[in-house]
């Protein structure tokens, strides 16, 4: 069992920057892919952005390219979701999200094990 915990969600103003963390504890994260989902309020969860085991590969929604970047630290068992340049409409709870994995890729989907989410909140 693979327990994830988030960290780092706040409130923020336009512009500003926050930088999320994901700890694991119960298992060795560089099994794992790892992805951040973000759910705003009334909507769908939504992907986020993706690392691969090794930290080689990313993947990125649209909507952050450019502003967000995701890095991850297996000695440590963490990943990292630095978040620039936020808008509005980046409010959202974030979640982590983890896959256990044999090749290196970056994964958008299908995920084994779910944080409870750090909520993130963006104001004018």
């Known amino acids: 069992q693979v327990l994830l915990v988030e960290s780092g969600g706040g409130l923020v103003q336009t512009g500003g920057s926050l930088r999320l963390s994901c700890t694991t504890s119960g298992s060795t994260f560089s099994n794992y892919a790892a992805a951040w989902f973000r759910q705003a309020p009334g909507l769908e969860r939504e992907f986020v952005a993706a690392?691969?085991?090794?930290?080689?590969?990313?993947l990125y929604a649209d909507s952050v390219k450019g502003r967000f970047s995701i890095s991850r630290d297996n000695a440590e068992n963490t990943v990292y979701l630095e978040m620039n340049s936020l808008k509005l409409e980046d409010t959202a709870v974030y979640y982590c999200?983890?896959?256990?994995?044999?090749?290196?890729?970056?994964?958008?989907?299908?995920?084994?094990?779910w944080g409870k989410g750090t909520l993130v909140t963006v104001s004018s």
């Open positions: 999200a983890a896959r256990a994995v044999i090749s290196d890729y970056a994964l958008d989907s299908d995920m084994d094990y």
């Open positions: 690392i691969s085991w090794s930290g080689r590969n990313t």
